[in-house]
């Protein structure tokens, strides 16, 4: 909101584990009146109670929601890029299985180009080169230093 002066009309786009991050957003997302995509690999799906709650607040607030496997699909015309952890607490032993599943899954200049030429870049920290290269991380478009900052006033 702070970026771009509102949410209404945004495509936001999820890469990566259909995690609690990722369930937050899915909640929120549409009655902000934004559109949301995902593309999570197979077996890594958000929880299918959150997915139809998502689904009908799409439907009840006239917005899109993709679901997908494919990162360039749901990166097609996004605002914003995000993503999160592919192995949180309580996950280390499924590192070498996780990284596998997620191989094609990390956030590069080339899924950006699917993206609307406004894009940016979320993911709530901390990082691993394995879910964002660094010239996105880095980059003008990243906005993960004020995200980080903005979540300090909220907390």
């Known amino acids: 909101q702070e970026h771009y002066g509102g949410l209404n009309g945004l495509t936001i786009t999820w890469i990566g584990d259909g995690n609690n991050v990722l ?16 593309a999570t690999p197979k077996g890594f799906e958000p929880d299918l ?15 899109k929601l993709l679901l997908t496997t494919d ?14 952890t592919w192995i949180s607490m309580g996950q280390e032993e499924e590192k070498k299985e996780r990284l596998k599943a997620f191989q094609g899954y990390q956030i590069t200049m080339q899924t950006a180009k699917s993206a609307a030429s406004n894009w940016t870049f979320l993911h709530c920290l901390p990082r691993k080169p394995e879910e ?7 980059s003008p478009q990243s906005l993960v230093f004020q995200e980080a900052e903005n979540r300090k006033w909220t907390i």
């Open 23 to 38: 369930h937050s957003i899915m909640t929120s997302a549409a009655k902000l009146g934004m559109h949301l995509c995902i």
């Open 71 to 84: 990162p360039l699909e749901a990166a097609a015309g996004a605002n914003v890029l995000i993503t999160d």
């Open 132 to 138: 964002v290269d660094d010239e996105v991380f880095y």
């Open 49 to 63: 109670r959150i997915t139809k709650i998502t689904e009908q607040y799409s439907k009840e607030y006239g917005t």
